[in-house]
């Protein structure tokens, strides 16, 4: 099936640094949604982009959809313990089905007071 | 809070035994998604319904598993006849008009021994 790689898979940080990871498919995206998951809990949306080139901030949280389509990348800006989680890219794939959205395996990221 | 809900969180089965579990959408949302996720991996998809109309199913969704929302607010998932590859985290999402932005629920964790 389609698949988006996302990168690195872990990361371990001390706080205050700045966080960048990003997803890349073979396959073009009509959108791109930054979601993090705490351990036991659903993913909560971080940041929604919906046309290609745009870029988005939510507080520390920058994400960008490509402008191929085809990969988005999301920074986080000055580190804090609360960081801590896993941080998923996911998208809708162009022409392909109106309710799937396709998930990366995740990137964990540990924050070091 | 007016977010997406599950009931339960939890849920422990033998082998065999049928499950079923409950999902609140945000009350203006006339679409709902169910996925399946497993440790270390990223949601995947298993179906969605427009109002009342189940309108995608993945092949992830064997016939041992079925879905309802028969008044186009709350869904039920059940699982019949459980087995160990069915434990995994249950998560409902919703979504107001297109696919766009998906917010998910808290998940129901099941175990099935």
Redesign the interface.
């Known amino acids: 099936g389609q698949q988006?790689n996302q990168s690195p898979q872990s990361m371990f940080i001390q706080e205050g640094e700045d966080v960048s990871m990003n997803c890349t498919s073979s396959s073009i995206f009509n959108?791109w949604?930054w979601?993090k998951q705490d351990p036991?809990?659903?993913?909560?949306?971080l940041i929604?982009l919906?046309k290609a080139g745009e870029l988005t901030s939510n507080g520390r949280l920058t994400a960008q959809f490509g402008i191929t389509r085809k990969d988005s990348f999301l920074n986080i800006s000055a580190s804090i313990p609360s960081d801590v989680g896993i941080y998923?890219c996911?998208g809708?794939l162009s022409g392909g089905?109106?309710?799937?959205?396709?998930?990366?395996?995740?990137t964990k990221l540990s924050v070091k007071p | 809070d007016t977010g997406?809900s599950?009931d339960p969180r939890h849920k422990i089965t033998k082998r065999g035994q049928n499950v079923t579990f409950r999902c609140d959408p945000i009350s203006e949302h006339n679409?709902l998604?169910w996925?399946r996720q497993t440790l270390?991996?990223?949601?995947?998809?298993l179906?969605?319904f427009q109002n009342e109309a189940q309108?995608?199913k993945?092949r992830l969704l064997s016939d041992r598993f079925s879905a309802e929302r028969p008044k186009g607010s709350f869904s039920t998932l059940e699982i019949q006849r459980t087995e160990q590859g069915d434990s995994a985290m249950y998560?409902c999402a919703s979504s107001l008009g297109?696919?766009?932005?998906?917010?998910?629920?808290?998940?129901t964790?099941l175990l099935v021994l």
């Open positions: 988006l959108t949604l979601y036991g809990e659903g993913p909560v949306l929604a919906y998923f996911a809708q089905s109106q309710g799937n959205l396709i998930f990366g395996k995740g | 997406v599950q679409r998604y996925y270390g991996q990223g949601p995947e998809f179906t969605y309108l995608e993945s998560l297109g696919p766009g932005t998906q917010y998910f629920g808290p998940g964790r």
